[in-house]
């Protein structure tokens, strides 16, 4: 690595805060694929006026987007958080310069290796990628009949939501109370529709339980309709981020669709 890299890398360790663009179609930041490195990037900025420049192209596509700021304190998390959402590069920009880097570069992978399996955390990156990827098209505006590339990024993220694993909110009896009587928390929408929302990773869950009452247990797409509740019309993944709502009656037909057969007791 050269020193002029090492420099640029320590200046964006280091400046007081840097800005990003976030997507009102995920409420995660946006994520865009190179077409020629095919690296997944999101973009930082040094400046909210170098963002407001170079965002322009993606509002001209009538992408809902808007510029938050990252204050250092919030680095570690910030980028760390990157590697749960499948991004492998960061493009930072100075005016109208621009530079690739590794996310690597700016900060280390987390390592979980050395644990064991079952206190592993969960995490599903390329599930969380193809759903940003998906919804960040469905939700831009414009008609989805002129979208060309959304029914291959549909594919890709029902493939992937059927080979994933979940956390499951729960919330345990209290002391005293039956313990059998156990309460899964539920999700109405404005049409009064009950759906269970399932999360991809302890960030996900983390911002769901925001009052810190709420247990996470782990479960596959192959055995859904034992956990669901009886009144849920289906799950909503990721609820606070990309929000993926997928009715009960589509679960059977994802799962012979993508060739993992349902559990004992399932037809």
């Not at 958080?81 to 987390?110: C, H, Q, R, S």
């Not at 810190?212 to 247990?217: F, G, I, P, S, V």
């Not at 782990?218 to 993944?237: H, Q, R, S």
Request: net charge negative.
């Amino acid at each position: 690595m050269d020193a002029i890299r090492k420099e640029l890398i320590r200046k964006i360790q280091t400046l007081g805060e840097v800005y990003t663009i976030l997507s009102r179609a995920t409420r995660l930041p946006y994520v865009i694929c190179d077409p020629e490195s095919f690296n997944d990037q999101v973009w930082i900025f040094e400046s909210k006026e170098d963002l407001e420049k170079a965002v322009k192209p993606l509002t001209d596509k009538k992408n809902p987007v808007a510029a938050i700021k990252v204050e250092n304190k919030s680095y570690l998390s910030f980028y760390t958080t990157l590697y749960t959402l499948g991004v492998n590069a960061v493009v930072f920009y100075e005016e109208d310069k621009a530079t690739e880097l590794e996310l690597e570069e700016i900060v280390k992978k987390p390592d979980f290796s050395s644990l064991p399996k079952e206190k592993q955390p969960l995490f599903n990156p390329q599930l969380q990628l193809s759903g940003i990827y998906f919804m960040q098209e469905l939700r831009r505006g414009g008609a989805n009949e002129e979208k060309d590339n959304l029914p291959e990024l549909e594919e890709e993220v029902a493939a992937n939501v059927v080979k994933s694993r979940y956390l499951m909110a729960v919330q345990r009896p209290e002391e005293g109370q039956d313990q059998k009587n156990v309460h899964v928390p539920y999700i109405k929408n404005n049409q009064g529709d009950i759906y269970q929302p399932l999360f991809t990773d302890a960030e996900e869950f983390r911002k769901f339980n925001k009052e810190k009452k709420l247990q996470a247990l782990l479960v596959g797409f192959d055995n859904l309709e034992k956990v669901l509740i009886p009144a849920a019309k289906g799950i909503i993944i990721n609820p606070q981020g990309f929000n993926l709502i997928i009715p009960k009656e589509k679960i059977q037909g994802l799962r012979q669709r993508f060739g993992i057969a349902p559990q004992d007791g399932q037809k």
